[in-house]
């Protein structure tokens, strides 16, 4: 589903669509998936809950994993669509997917780590 494209982040393509509530989210299994292939370690109990961080256009949005959201989606507040330079949703769009370093400093800097 991802790629690596730079030192800071992979590539994929997602559907991008407007969600219901006002929490970006993704399919669940898909986002315990990337959380223990990029943010874990294998050492200990680790959480496979923890935001993904993803860029889509412009901007970064912190990814929840929920029941209900299809696989390869992107669900994103109406809100943030526009922001994210998302027009007529759903669309397949390009999207990067912060690695965990990565994603540690923004969600750090957007006070949500």
């Excluded at 299994?29 to 993904?52: K, M, S």
């Excluded at 669309?91 to 690695?99: C, I, P, S, W």
Aim: charged share 25%; hydrophobic share 35%; proline share 7%.
């Amino acid at each position: 589903m991802f790629e690596p494209f730079s030192r800071g982040y992979y590539v994929g393509r997602l559907y991008v669509e407007p969600s219901a509530d006002g929490r970006t989210t993704m399919c669940k299994r898909q986002h315990e998936q990337l959380n223990e292939a990029l943010y874990t370690d294998g050492e200990g109990v680790e959480r496979l809950d923890r935001p993904l961080v993803i860029k889509v256009g412009d901007s970064h949005l912190p990814v929840h994993g929920q029941e209900g959201v299809p696989a390869d989606t992107l669900s994103v507040p109406e809100r943030l669509l526009e922001a994210a330079s998302v027009r007529n949703p759903p669309t397949l769009r390009e999207v990067l997917l912060a690695k965990g370093d990565r994603a540690s400093q923004l969600l750090a800097y957007a006070g949500c780590g």
